[in-house]
């Protein structure tokens, strides 16, 4: 009749795939199980069981509405199969269903002592609810169920099988699930098929040129990757081989680009977290290493913009913020990765720090400066104290670069044209620019280079600064000589050069 053919899009809701489904057999010829015969035959039909107390059970007061609901589901089948009969022109003899209504005359019960009653023996067949407790990531929807499609998850390596309407009303059956195995172990062969084909094949000519960028085999985690920089550098370092975990607080952008990388032959994972949160934030390095079994680089890119409506006043409940969400994001690829090899010193730690706003003049990153400022130390101390043996850290720094948060600060595509005024090169830097030094930061040509700020700003500090350049119309210009070059020291204290 095609009714177990039935795909899970075609349920008139997501909850529709928890309804029971009447079990059929062919036994003998086929019978039928009908709670009503049970009561003519003396069997005492209960409501649901809603707890257990010393001996007595407490039953809800649902009886006639669970038979209720029995009868219908009984007679919607009946009619659907002689709809099929007839709409197929078979010939097949009429068959009349006793209707019995018995279980409507029990009386319902509210508890029940097993002792008094004389019960000894307790079978429960209730069937099972899920737990998927196992898997600890983010895969389940607001019901509990699985976000998958037909049991491929999000997730490298992660697959469902044998659950109900996992892709139609046979997928929770025995005779459905060879199906749905089959459509899964075809997927897993053309993943490692894909695989092979793009190591084997000849790298993009950007690859060519860079010899020594090979991230074959290698483990990469970006923070804050859905969107600008850190999309960019995901591309980037999925191009050259190296599997990539993203994180970010938007899901929807997250897996278009973990299915964009997949599309080119690249290996990726989304874990939707929020960087100042703490609790999501010592979730994603044992993500990245349950996922690809361990973690060999990564990019504390997440950051938020911090903007101040007023250059002469700081919102300190949004500088905490800013604060918060940077320095988490340092400390999550710190602190969870395990020990590195020590012989290769894979594991290298890069920091973005974006300070091309402050120098160019523009009031509306005090709290992003700041949170930068703490990074850059941090990343300098723990260079030479913490990961002397193990990690190679670097910190790069840049000048403005094209992005929605650079768009969101400025205000208008007009701001940021004036901004490319004020820089040696007439403009500001692109994504693509920051992503090809992150490479390079992560690759062993960098392996001398640590503990230090590698500045990318299109000569903007060199020539410190040109405030007046850009400089909105109307606005109030700060003279240069009130201006100093960005500092961080790797003393004791961070110590930042301020107008």
């Not at 409501?47 to 009886?63: M, Y």
């Not at 209720?68 to 097949?92: L, M, P």
């Not at 099972?128 to 196992?134: A, E, R, V």
């Not at 300190?316 to 604060?323: D, V």
Request: net charge neutral.
């Amino acid at each position: 009749m095609g009714d177990y053919e039935r795909t899970v899009d075609q349920l008139p809701a997501p909850q529709a795939k928890f309804a029971s489904k009447p079990q059929i057999s062919g036994q003998g010829g086929g019978h039928t199980i009908n709670l009503h015969q049970f009561a003519r035959d003396g069997v005492t039909l209960l409501g649901r069981i809603q707890g257990v107390s010393d001996g007595t059970i407490s039953l809800a007061p649902d009886l006639r509405e669970n038979l209720a609901r029995a009868d219908k589901a009984e007679a919607d089948f009946v009619k659907h199969v002689d709809e099929y009969i007839a709409k197929s022109a078979i010939d097949a003899p009429e068959e009349v269903l006793p209707n019995l209504k018995d279980g409507y005359n029990t009386e319902e019960m509210r508890e029940l002592d097993l002792r008094a009653s004389n019960i000894t023996v307790v079978i429960w067949a209730t069937g099972y609810s899920f737990d998927f407790s196992l898997v600890r990531l983010p895969i389940l929807d607001s019901d509990g169920y699985p976000v998958q499609k037909r049991g491929i998850t999000d997730y490298p390596g992660l697959y469902f099988v044998g659950l109900p309407w996992l892709h139609n009303a046979k997928s929770g059956l025995l005779f459905g699930t060879a199906q749905d195995a089959a459509y899964i172990a075809s997927a897993i062969n053309e993943e490692a098929d894909r695989h092979l084909t793009s190591r084997s094949a000849a790298k993009p000519s950007s690859a060519v040129s860079r010899p020594n960028l090979e991230f074959t085999g290698k483990d990469a985690l970006i923070t804050g990757g859905t969107s600008g920089i850190g999309a960019v550098t995901a591309r980037r370092v999925a191009e050259l081989g190296a599997r990539v975990v993203i994180t970010g607080r938007r899901l929807r952008e997250g897996r278009l680009l973990v299915n964009e990388i997949k599309r080119n032959g690249g290996c990726a994972a989304f874990f939707q977290a929020d960087l100042s949160q703490p609790d999501q934030v010592r979730l994603i390095v044992p993500f990245t290493v349950e996922t690809f079994g361990r973690l060999n680089y990564a990019f504390n890119n997440a950051a938020t913009s911090g903007r101040e409506p007023a250059a002469d006043r700081s919102d300190r409940r949004e500088l905490r913020s800013c604060i918060r969400c940077q320095r988490k994001g340092v400390v999550s690829s710190a602190s969870g990765g395990g020990e590195p090899d020590a012989r290769t010193r894979t594991g290298r730690i890069d920091r973005q720090c974006c300070l091309g706003q402050r120098n160019a003049g523009d009031s509306n990153c005090r709290a992003l400066r700041s949170q930068q400022a703490c990074c850059s130390w941090f990343d300098q101390n723990c260079s030479h104290r913490i990961w002397k043996k193990w990690y190679s850290g670097q910190c790069r720094q840049s000048g403005a670069v094209h992005t929605e948060m650079l768009l969101d600060v400025s205000g208008s595509e007009a701001a940021i044209d004036r901004m490319g005024t004020a820089h040696p090169l007439g403009r500001i830097g692109r994504p693509e620019e920051i992503a090809d030094a992150v490479a390079w930061l992560f690759s062993d040509g960098s392996s001398y280079y640590t503990g230090q700020s590698l500045t990318l700003d299109g000569g903007l500090t060199a020539q410190r600064p040109l405030a007046q350049a850009i400089a909105p119309e109307g606005a109030a210009v700060v003279p240069a000589k009130q201006w100093a070059a960005p500092a961080v020291t790797a003393t004791s204290e961070p110590s930042v050069a301020t107008r």
